[in-house]
């Protein structure tokens, strides 16, 4: 069932759940961060206690939930659990209700008729679902057991009696007994193709609505306890909906203006505000990653806009961003030096110069609306600065560090006093920004993006120098997007995988598919060719679908070309 209606989130989900433990289940990304530290805020200021458990896949969230059902009788999802039957899935009891706050769609439909899911949504978002008798049931399905069973009976009456017995009439009947049963099989086989094709109209597309950390911050918005903090952490997961591609800009443009008109102006009023109180303000940023803690050539030297833009790993392209930056009129020594660290007048002007000179370089989307909080005179982070600090310490692969540690690092980062934690992963942003950009270099230089007909791709070698970072969804994702407008053009009307080695499982790799550039980048159909590749392959190899994100799957090494064949006969047919 839906909670749609804002003034609802407070007596229909947050009333229920402060009678007893909560338990909190959260997939580990940007905007879970974001959602949970939302809701612990709101958690910690009624004394209701909870645990908080981080899943990174669908096995994960099934151990999760059976070592801690007992403990509690709700369970709050966040990012996970409404694409699957969650009361299926994990096998819970009639007493357990579950309230899921999750932007992946389509959901389930089981979640969607069920008394014991609560779907929290956003009142504007309008979905078409089937109706329970279109999917669920065949209205004609008794009758036709029903005549079979009475058809058997009378045959074996018959067959008990003399021959002589059987007259005109019973023959009759039987006649139309059969007649009966042809219509009825008839009209069974034209409800089930009905279903089949509204199911596949249904469940066609994967992609991402209102993020969550927006909804929970609706929901203190009802209690009367939002504050800069929590509109801040709303502003950081809706940002990473836009860096990684998962809503379109029109959406971010929608949901930016009303935390600005609703929250951002209401909460930061100029004539109040001082050095102890954090201070939000909207503005245009730059599409380079990091460059307030890099330095402006380095950022457009990785960032994936600029560096695909300029085809900065040839002769050509590097040239092409030396006369970019003479052209702005920032001397090379400056545009190499930190930032920070810059001329005041030339780090002021940055922004002006190249929104005027980005379009001669068909940089159109050069700049975009978000948002910047400052604390005190030192701590001031854009948003785009948090989202890929947060990536950075959930992707973290050093040491033993396990993903779960890593999430609660992310969550305490979020903390105005913790602001050496969020500096921290910004170092191991920039890390990751260079693999990123010296792994497609390496691609580009030893040509090793193949064409399969219906589709192009490419792997990572364990031999790879920064297999490491890629065994994680997200930055595989990102290194996904970032290849695909590499390639020639008509390769680029193609879909894009990408494979890389599974560090939690030797001897198997990940296989992660992007939608072709001239589609809607945010709205993935592969995961539904994947399906149909794997019923192809009917069920001689083992591969599965564990992560919350669509068109991602893992399989043994010599499994894959098997797949890659099956997915090329799927996607040609």
């Not at 009361?87 to 932007?103: M, R």
Request: proline share 3%.
């Amino acid at each position: 069932m839906f909670v749609d209606r804002t003034d609802h989130l407070r007596s229909q989900v947050y009333d229920v759940l402060r009678r007893e433990r909560v338990l909190i289940l959260a997939a580990i990304d940007v905007d879970s961060v974001s959602a949970c530290k939302i809701f612990q805020s709101l958690l910690c200021s009624d004394g209701i206690q909870y645990s908080l458990v981080p899943v990174s896949g669908r096995q994960s969230l099934k151990q999760a939930f059976q070592e801690h059902a007992e403990q509690a009788r709700h369970v709050v999802l966040v990012n996970c659990g409404a694409t699957i039957s969650v009361v299926d899935e994990l096998d819970a009891s009639e007493e357990t209700h579950f309230y899921i706050f999750d932007s992946h769609r389509p959901f389930d439909l089981y979640n969607v008729y069920s008394d014991k899911v609560h779907l929290i949504k956003s009142p504007d978002e309008d979905l078409d679902f089937p109706q329970p008798e279109e999917v669920f049931s065949d209205p004609e399905e008794d009758d036709i057991d029903s005549d079979e069973e009475v058809a058997d009976s009378y045959e074996d009456s018959l067959g008990d009696g003399d021959d002589d017995e059987v007259g005109e009439p019973q023959a009759k009947r039987r006649a139309v007994s059969m007649k009966r049963k042809a219509q009825l099989r008839r009209e069974k086989r034209v409800w089930e193709q009905k279903r089949a094709d509204i199911l596949f109209k249904y469940f066609e597309f994967y992609y991402h609505s209102t993020a969550s950390s927006l909804i929970m911050l609706e929901l203190a918005h009802h209690m009367s306890k939002d504050n800069n903090d929590l509109v801040w952490w709303a502003i950081v997961g809706l940002t990473e909906q836009l860096l990684y591609q998962r809503i379109d800009r029109e959406r971010y443009v929608t949901d930016a203006a009303q935390l600005q008109e609703r929250f951002v102006l209401r909460l930061n009023n100029p004539s109040t505000s001082s050095v102890h109180t954090l201070r939000i303000q909207f503005d245009q940023e730059l599409r380079l990653a990091l460059y307030r803690h890099w330095s402006i050539y380095d950022s457009m030297l990785h960032s994936e806009y600029t560096s695909v833009n300029f085809k900065v790993w040839t002769q050509h392209g590097q040239k092409l961003l030396h006369e970019f930056l003479a052209n702005m009129g920032l001397p090379l020594v400056q545009s190499k030096q930190k930032f920070v660290a810059m001329d005041k007048d030339i780090r002021n002007s940055v922004k002006v110069w190249m929104e005027e000179l980005s379009p001669k370089y068909r940089l159109d989307d050069m700049m975009y609306g978000s948002f910047v909080a400052q604390f005190g005179y030192q701590h001031k982070f854009s948003a785009a600065d948090v989202v890929y600090s947060l990536t950075g310490l959930l992707e973290n692969t050093d040491g033993q560090s396990a993903y779960s540690m890593n999430f609660f690092k992310a969550i305490d980062s979020l903390s105005r006093s913790n602001s050496d934690v969020l500096r921290k992963g910004i170092a191991l942003a920039m890390e990751h920004q260079l693999a990123l950009s010296q792994q497609v270099r390496l691609f580009m230089d030893m040509n090793q993006i193949i064409s399969a007909g219906s589709f192009t791709y490419t792997y990572i070698d364990e031999s790879s120098p920064h297999h490491r970072f890629f065994s994680n969804t997200v930055l595989l994702t990102r290194l996904a997007r970032y290849l695909q407008p590499t390639t020639r053009k008509r390769s680029q009307q193609l879909p894009f995988l990408l494979s890389a080695p599974c560090r939690s499982a030797p001897e198997t790799c990940v296989v992660l598919g992007v939608p072709a550039a001239r589609e809607s980048a945010h709205k993935n159909y592969l995961s539904r060719a994947f399906e149909a590749a794997v019923r192809h392959m009917k069920g001689t190899v083992q591969i599965e679908f564990d992560s919350f994100e669509p068109a991602v799957v893992q399989m043994r090494y010599e499994d894959r070309p098997r797949f890659f064949d099956a997915l090329t006969a799927v996607l040609e047919s």
